[in-house]
């Protein structure tokens, strides 16, 4: 069974720093692309960062380029996002979810973690 | 960045209803558009791939259609378990993007 499970979410204040990590079960976490979604109170999803399966390729939303970085480490099957300059506008659920595949075609995110809630506040 | 536009933002429906849900993206973006259903309270879950492909385990009374830059979810006889927020997503350009969600409610 595909188990994701995000930690790390806190209080923290503006212009801190976080680092969230995703433990992933279940799966071949090698042969993932990785993916972090947020959604902030009351609002839809955002997608955030992804992660290639290697980790030498990533892709960020603009909203967060320059300050989120996403990392992973294969061998201990653990997704991070490293995440500096914190706004309020960063307060959300951060959920990390895999990006499916089928063959070499990319679907989408087909399992998704719980959730780890950040909240940026003075 | 692809914008996808849902509409409506809020459908309220009977059980037994057929729902249609609508997206449509800036540019085109092949058939590369993924369906999620959120219920409240929990993570998403894909429902649909590739515009028209059935996740595993999901009931045949959804589908989906569309290609390009039009797209549809399609809840043939609505269940009051299908009760959720619906998202498009773009997987065809990175930044990936979602639309802005569509509530459902039962009336």
């Known amino acids: 069974e595909v188990q994701l499970l995000e930690s790390g979410g806190a209080l923290v204040q503006p212009g801190g720093s976080l680092r969230l990590s995703c433990e992933a079960s279940?799966?071949?976490?090698?042969?993932?692309?990785m993916t972090w979604v947020r959604q902030s109170p009351g609002k839809g999803l955002e997608w955030v960062a992804e992660i290639n399966t290697s980790g030498y390729i990533t892709y960020y939303a603009d909203s967060v380029t320059g300050r989120f970085r996403v990392s992973r480490d294969n061998a201990k099957s653990m997704l991070y996002l490293q995440m500096d300059s914190l706004t309020v506008g960063d307060t959300a659920v951060y959920y990390c979810?895999?990006?499916?595949?089928?063959?070499?075609?990319?679907?989408?995110?087909?399992?998704w973690g719980q959730g780890t809630v950040v909240t940026v506040s003075s | 960045d692809i914008q996808l536009t849902q509409s409506p933002s809020f459908l309220s429906a009977s059980v037994g209803d057929r729902v249609t849900i609508t997206c449509r993206a800036s540019q085109g973006i092949s058939n590369y558009l993924a369906w999620y259903q959120q219920k409240p309270g929990r993570a998403p879950t894909l429902l649909i791939y590739s515009a028209s492909t059935l996740q595993s385990a999901v009931p045949s009374r959804f589908s989906g259609s569309g290609s390009g830059t039009q797209f549809t979810l399609t809840i043939n006889s609505l269940q009051p378990e299908d009760v959720a927020t619906y998202y498009c997503?773009?997987?065809?350009?990175?930044?990936?993007?979602f639309g802005q969600g569509t509530r459902l409610e039962i009336k």
């Open positions: 279940g799966f071949t976490f090698s042969s993932s692309s």
């Open positions: 979810a895999t990006h499916g595949r089928r063959g070499v075609v990319f679907i989408g995110n087909d399992y």
């Open positions: 997503q773009q997987v065809n350009v990175h930044p990936l993007t």
